[in-house]
Nanobody, 129 residues
Framework: QEQLVESGGGLVQPGGSLRLSCKAS????????IAWFRRAPGKVQEGISC????????YYIESVKGRFTISRDNAKNTVYLQMNNLKPEDTALYYC??????????????????????WGQGTQVTVST
């Protein structure tokens, strides 16, 4: 059975760093685009980054460019989100997502595309003094 499990969140001071992990079981992540989303209290969910399945596409929203880095470790069936220079406005519940059964999740260098219908439980990131 497919599963996504996020980890690595926590409380960090502004300017600090965290590395989020998204580990899959039940399917091979390298066959699918994977995206990170976040939802802050009182705000709509936003897609912040994605990584393509085999074409090397990577996308970031403007607000995290230069601070966040998405990567894969296919041997560990895990996608990471390295977050540096964190700001209070990065505080949110972070989710990874994909579409493991129909493979419709997509990623281009300009946008998160396709359909993301399979989600992990999320990991909380809080940036505060």
């Amino acid at each position: 059975q497919e599963q996504l499990v996020e980890s690595g969140g926590g409380l960090v001071q502004p300017g600090g760093s965290l590395r989020l992990s998204c580990k899959a079981s039940g399917f091979m992540m390298d066959e699918h685009a994977i995206a990170w989303f976040r939802r802050a209290p009182g705000k709509v969910q936003e897609g912040i980054s994605c990584i393509g399945s085999r074409d090397g596409s990577i996308y970031y929203i403007e607000s995290v460019k230069g601070r966040f880095t998405i990567s894969r470790d296919n041997a560990k069936n895990t996608v990471y989100l390295q977050m540096n220079n964190l700001k209070p406005e990065d505080t949110a519940l972070y989710y990874c997502a994909t579409d493991p059964r129909e493979g419709r999740a997509g990623c281009s260098n300009n946008a998160i595309t396709g359909r993301y219908n399979f989600w992990g439980q999320g990991t909380q990131v809080t940036v505060s003094t």
